[in-house]
């Protein structure tokens, strides 16, 4: 058993992120270690045997009142690194300093502090997020310095985890691969629908949307090769066929007039696939919601898309992701109370860089920042993302795509961690879909070998 004592104050954060980083990222049994709150303690102390490692607090006592922390200003700006053991890595909060004699060990680096500031993301609900749905990605102070492309939280939990007993009985973890689809369209085109874009486009000339409105004559070449909606859903799921990984589907939901309706989700066609995807009885297949950006701040939309998504899955959804990554403390109270089973989402994504939004590439509880609490909403960050990659493949040579595709594989798999990769389903033209099918298909070979 190990015995953790920390400052009696901030106590619903500090017991958060020793549990974040000892269980949900360590995989440390909950009954393996106890916390305390003394007023006497300064710093955290964790005590096994006859051992003592005294983890160095350089945040929350400087925060004395709840949520004071909570300011702009408190976002770190600069970056240092720790060195000890023969590892290298970044400081959020805390100083380059590891002091060790006989059974005694200090630590300059707060992984605590640290471990909360990357996976509660309240840097991001200061900078945007939680009233605008977004976040520019060059504001993110881990994007700043170009340390988004490492799980350095999974690095803190090695680190720490190098001093602790070894007889700590740990999760069994292994690596897994997981495709995931945001089925933004269901775009397959009618006969009706090409006879009519003809006239219109003889009239009054092309699209200018080129993806989701194609010419005339690419629709018809997009129609011979899928023939129907379920041509590209039936396409990828032979990966995870061939794989034998899990493939999760996220279904918008949004009805015929509303500024979101890429499609409908009583529609025909919708319900149609639907229904072969559950006609598989696949236990690889699972099929979540796909909130629309209009359910920001709109609890009356949110409502009727749940309402809509379990008709249309027949079941309460406990997958998803927010259209846009959108995401604020409301929205994630809203998914919390789906069920009271836990809900697994994947919002922690970069929408113009592959990595680890979150520092960290296995799933964890998310932490209400302003009701003070660990949530059932368990999320699963993404690391690969088929956008990037066509933005990528704009100003670098695909060679050193590649390579950063296969460095994220690679630290996700040294990490016994789990490696979501998301392959939209919306677009249109034939050739595009064809060239990034390749692409999923050789990261998700590449992956599970």
């Known amino acids: 058993m190990i015995k953790i004592t920390c400052p009696s104050n901030n106590i619903p ?12 990222v360590m995989g440390v049994e909950r009954e393996e ?12 102390v964790l005590q096994y045997d006859n051992r003592t490692v005294v983890v160095e607090d350089h945040f929350f006592n400087r925060f004395i009142k709840p949520l004071s922390y909570l300011q702009v200003e408190n976002i770190p700006t600069d970056l240092s690194f720790f060195h000890a053991l023969g590892v290298e890595v970044p400081i959020v909060y805390g100083e380059d300093r590891f002091v060790q004699n006989e059974n005694n060990v200090v630590i300059g680096l707060d992984v605590f502090a640290s471990t909360f500031f990357m996976l509660t993301r309240w840097e991001e609900l200061l900078l945007g997020r939680e009233e605008k749905g977004d976040c520019k990605e060059e504001s993110i102070w881990s994007f700043t310095h170009g340390i988004h492309k490492r799980p350095f939280v999974n690095e803190y939990a090695c680190l720490l985890l190098s001093l602790l007993p070894t007889s700590i009985r740990l999760r069994k973890r292994s690596y897994e691969v997981r495709l995931s689809h945001d089925v933004d369209g269901i775009l397959t085109p009618t006969w009706w629908r090409i006879i009519k874009d003809f006239v219109n486009q003889t009239r009054y000339g092309e699209p200018k949307n080129k993806i989701l409105n194609l010419t005339w004559k690419e ?11 379920y041509c590209q859903f039936e396409m990828y799921k032979k990966l995870s066929d061939q794989y034998n990984i899990q493939e999760w589907f996220y279904m918008k939901v949004c009805a015929e007039g509303e500024k979101e309706a890429t499609y409908w989700y009583n529609d025909k066609v919708t319900l149609d696939v639907v229904e072969r995807l559950r ?3 696949s236990p690889n297949i ?9 359910v920001l701040n709109n609890k009356n939309q949110w409502d009727k898309e749940v309402e809509r ?5 027949g079941d309460i959804p406990l997958i998803g992701r927010n259209h846009h990554l959108i995401y604020n403390s409301d929205m994630l109270r809203w998914w919390e109370g789906l069920s009271d089973a836990p809900v697994h989402i994947s919002d922690c994504v970069f929408h113009h860089n592959n990595g680890f939004r979150s520092g960290v590439c296995v799933p964890y509880h998310y932490y209400d920042v302003f009701s003070r609490r660990k949530m059932r909403v368990i999320e699963h960050p993404c690391q690969i993302m088929d956008t990037v990659i066509r933005y990528d493949l704009k100003k670098k040579a695909e060679k050193k795509v590649w390579s950063e595709i296969g460095n994220i594989i690679s630290q996700t798999e040294k990490y016994n961690g789990e490696l979501v990769v998301t392959w939209h389903i919306y677009l249109r033209d034939k050739k595009l879909i064809q060239d990034y099918y390749k692409w999923c298909e050789k990261v998700i070979e590449n992956a599970v070998r």
């Open 13 to 24: 954060e500090r017991t958060y992120a020793i549990e974040a980083l000892l269980s949900d």
């Open 33 to 44: 270690y106890e916390i305390s709150f003394k007023d006497d303690t300064k710093d955290y």
């Open 219 to 229: 629709e018809i070449k997009y129609k011979r090769a899928f023939p129907n909606a």
């Open 279 to 281: 006609k598989e009885n």
């Open 286 to 294: 699972k099929l979540g919601f796909h909130p629309s950006q209009s």
């Open 309 to 313: 998504v379990i008709s249309l899955l």
